[in-house]
């Protein structure tokens, strides 16, 4: 396979033969690359790879142009499992195939009882039904039912302008709305060769960690609360509190929504002035605080003996499915987008990602608190050198690119959002520049397929809420 290259097209590799294409696809996983996403057109099976090291985008295509039989056994007969989501959907939309989307076989024995809990839940929880069948306390199986909150946001772009589609794209996951509007403006740049300026790329990387920075919050705030600590739980939502006045007195909008567009920024909804050295000082502050608590929490008995081995993620489970972001990092697993294939600013910043291997929801709320910090103080870095003033003055004279003519057919957009990696492949029409198709693959996702295996991990009932919370995963960002 060829060693490097930043987009799709230049580095493609199409088959005829079905089982030909399973194979090198489980041969690539198994050596050195990352699978992205699994897509279907009319005539194409199609999965992007990245490359582990170098961060090279890889297409291996299937035409399927004049197949009528079954197609054979899908990728997760062959224990390729981080796609399965996708190939649920994909079996869904072509039953011809064979493929069989199915539940998991229910677990049946003497004394085991199906303890259903959701859809519909207390307090702002997404809708998901949890079916988790139970020995007395201990769990032995989990079973996930998806869709109640389906939007099909990937159908309602279809034929829409790029203009048109951004708006539903920046609504997908409310708390990851910065990633999927960057993720969406770098398949379109990709697609239509554009490059932005170092202004609007310093920008692009400073408001992608602050919604890290206040995910993160949200996160670890849920996991107090989840042992009881609603103390901890108050001032973690109260510094996540701060960080979305931050955005708001330097974007204009509390979840920077409509910041990251394609071509660049925009400015429009920026208040006139900020204070910026007041907004570092803040985050300094911030900073501090988060370590103060982080370091009360490592000191605190009950919370400690609640995290410690719960919920730890089976080996198989990580090997077959690849778990992404801090649940993927807390597993052993050190794979982030901004590392392996850098984009927006990233390339001139040096990250330590951690990395743990124990798997459990301790390791996950360490990854967080260790994320969170790296997070603060490249935000302040940027802070220190970034010219607002000069940034508005440049996207107020930005020319926009013409949307209807795009140089390739196909862009594709890798980013790291806060619960790790985000891919988006689009199909353009080449006359109109309409969206032709929309795929995208979600961390939450592929996580939700590792969620059930850990669960039922040698966990009880009142492990539940803890691993839950430690996950940290959406049900939007599932559903799509």
Request: proline letters at 5%; aromatic letters at 8%; zero cysteines.
């Amino acid at each position: 396979m060829p060693s490097s290259t930043t987009t799709v097209d230049s580095n493609r590799q199409r088959l005829s033969d079905y089982p030909q294409w399973l194979q090198v696809w489980q041969r690539a996983r198994e050596g050195e690359y990352e699978t992205v996403i699994l897509s279907a057109s009319d005539d194409m099976l199609s999965v992007v790879l990245m490359h582990r090291q170098t961060g090279a985008v890889y297409s291996l295509d299937w035409s399927r142009s004049f197949q009528q039989k079954p197609l054979g056994p899908p990728p997760s007969a062959l224990g390729i499992l981080e796609t399965l989501s996708a190939e649920h959907e994909l079996a869904r939309q072509w039953p011809r195939w064979g493929w069989r989307s199915g539940r998991r076989p229910p677990v049946r024995g003497k004394g085991l009882f199906i303890y259903p809990l959701g859809p519909v839940r207390a307090d702002v929880a997404e809708s998901l039904l949890y079916q988790l069948t139970v020995m007395g306390d201990d769990i032995v199986h989990v079973q996930l039912e998806n869709g109640f909150k389906r939007r099909h946001i990937r159908e309602l772009a279809v034929s829409r302008t790029v203009s048109s589609a951004y708006s539903l794209v920046s609504v997908f996951t409310t708390t990851s709305n910065v990633h999927h509007s960057l993720a969406m403006a770098q398949a379109v740049e990709d697609a239509w060769e554009v490059d932005i300026g170092p202004g609007a790329a310093v920008t692009r990387t400073l408001v992608a960690e602050l919604e890290r920075a206040a995910s993160h919050l949200g996160d670890l705030a849920a996991i107090a609360v989840s042992t009881g600590l609603t103390v901890a739980q108050m001032e973690f939502l109260h510094l996540k509190e701060t960080i979305l006045r931050i955005n708001d007195q330097l974007f204009g909008h509390r979840y920077s929504r409509h910041t990251v567009i394609p071509g660049g920024i925009n400015t429009e909804l920026w208040p006139r002035q900020a204070d910026l050295v007041q907004i570092r000082q803040i985050v300094t502050n911030v900073l501090t605080e988060v370590a103060t608590i982080a370091r009360d929490l490592e000191n605190t008995t009950s919370f400690l003996d609640r995290l410690h081995g719960a919920g730890t993620v089976p080996a198989q489970a990580v090997a077959a499915i690849r778990p992404v972001g801090p649940v993927g990092r807390a597993a052993g697993l050190a794979m982030d987008v901004r590392q392996v294939h850098p984009y927006a600013d990233y390339p001139h910043h040096n990250l330590h990602i951690p990395v743990l291997s124990s798997g459990d929801s301790y390791a996950r709320f360490r990854i967080r608190v260790a994320e969170l910090t790296v997070s603060l103080k490249l935000i302040h870095e940027i802070l220190r050198n970034w010219d607002r003033d000069a940034i508005r003055v440049q996207s107020d004279k930005l020319t926009r690119f013409d949307e209807s003519r795009p140089r390739r057919r196909t862009g594709i957009g890798l980013v790291e959002a806060p619960r790790g990696l985000l891919a988006y492949q689009i199909h353009f029409s080449p006359d109109t520049g309409r969206i032709a198709q929309l795929h995208v693959a979600t961390p939450s996702q592929r996580n939700w397929a590792v969620y059930p295996v850990t669960m039922a991990n040698g966990n009880i009932l009142q492990d539940f809420p803890i691993v839950d919370a430690s996950f940290s995963l959406s049900v939007a960002g599932w559903d799509g």
